[in-house]
């Protein structure tokens, strides 16, 4: 069991260059978040998923797109990249029918440095 | 005002010493209240989950909520060198969303 799994672990980007992030979990959850970790400012939601073909915009969501075609999978990208989105990313799923709790499950996150 | 406040620390304690980390919030619909410890270089994991006001605990670690003041802690008793690490808390509302603090930052010294 795997649980939530991003790809890739590192990038190196150059400003202006686009790329994706993949979020892949294999718990059959509802819900499925990109968050961003910066130093002194937490976890901050950029878009998240309530379900398979839905997103919709969190605290951060300017200069990244989302898609979730499939349930298992929520895509980050980034059309043109700047040195603000230099961060850690990390993807998050939760929320199974029946479930005990709202227990978000992480992956290990994917650091992305812009020059 | 940020949903969520957190002393960011860094906290240094010696091994055995009584941990008192804590969060204040604005949004009076939050309804969950979680901490999530995250190691160096590794994503969060869930350590404690809360509903509503009041205390639980389960082992060395003790989560308190007071919802009338908008207050959350997280007790650890005993505290040992493997509880280093970064501590987030998290409250969310009925829609499954959380909102994070920015951490606190603990170094449990042997």
């Known amino acids: 069991n795997a649980g939530v799994t991003q790809t890739p672990k590192f990038r190196v980007l150059k400003t202006g260059q686009s790329m994706t992030l993949l979020c892949a979990q294999d718990m059959n959850h509802e819900y499925m978040y990109w968050y961003r970790q910066d130093p002194g400012m937490g976890l901050r939601l950029i878009h998240y998923?309530?379900?398979?073909?839905?997103?919709a915009k969190g605290e951060v969501p300017d200069g990244y797109n989302v898609s979730r075609l499939k349930k298992q999978n929520f895509l980050l990208g980034l059309e043109s990249a700047a040195p603000s989105q230099t961060s850690v990313y990390f993807c998050a799923s939760s929320y199974s029918i029946g479930a005990a709790t709202e227990e978000l499950f992480f992956g290990e996150g994917s650091r992305l440095t812009v020059l | 005002q940020k949903e969520v406040e957190q002393d960011p620390g860094p906290l240094s304690v010696p091994e055995g010493a009584i941990v008192s980390l804590n969060c204040t919030y604005s949004n009076s619909a939050f309804q969950y209240f979680m901490w999530y410890r995250q190691y160096s270089r590794k994503g969060p994991e869930l350590l404690m989950y809360?509903?509503?006001?009041g205390n639980k605990e389960d082992g060395r670690f003790t989560a308190q909520v007071d919802k009338s003041s908008k207050y959350i802690s997280l007790f650890i008793r005993d505290s040992q060198p493997s509880d280093s690490a970064t501590y987030l808390c998290?409250?969310?509302?009925?829609?499954?969303?959380?909102?994070f603090g920015s951490g606190t930052k603990l170094n449990v010294k042997p």
């Open positions: 998923s309530v379900g398979e073909g839905t997103t």
């Open positions: 809360t509903y509503s006001s």
């Open positions: 998290a409250p969310g509302d009925n829609f499954n969303k959380f909102y």
